[in-house]
Nanobody, 126 residues
């Protein structure tokens, strides 16, 4: 059973920073593209960022480009989402997800991802 465990969420003022972590099994992260999604009440999950299995390619939604950075520590089986210059509209539950079928170019559609974490709340106050 593949498990993804997120951590690092919390309450921060606008302009502040948070770093989210997603820990997975070595077998999964070595061969899977990993992405972060976020969701607010009443809305669909939104793609935020993704990283290839080897960590060489990253992808971002336009609204976070230049503010968020996704990275991977293969030795720790962990994917990070560094979030800087946070805005109130970044408030959401953030989920990490893994897709073994797209290790090189991870997708942006949540339906492509087979494994999900439980989510971590990020709240940005104005």
């Amino acid at each position: 059973q593949v498990q993804l465990v997120e951590s690092g969420g919390g309450l921060v003022q606008a302009g502040g920073s948070l770093r989210l972590s997603c820990v997975g099994s070595r077998h999964t992260f070595d061969v899977a593209g990993v992405a972060w999604f976020r969701q607010t009440p009443g809305k669909e999950r939104q793609f935020v960022a993704a990283i290839s299995a080897r960590g060489g390619s990253t992808y971002y939604t336009d609204s976070v480009k230049g503010r968020f950075t996704i990275s991977k520590d293969r030795a720790k089986n962990t994917v990070y989402l560094q979030m800087d210059s946070l805005k109130p509209e970044d408030t959401a539950v953030y989920y990490c997800a893994a897709d073994r079928s797209r290790p090189v170019v991870p997708g942006r559609d949540e339906r492509q991802y087979e494994y999900w974490g439980q989510g971590t709340q990020v709240t940005v106050s104005s």
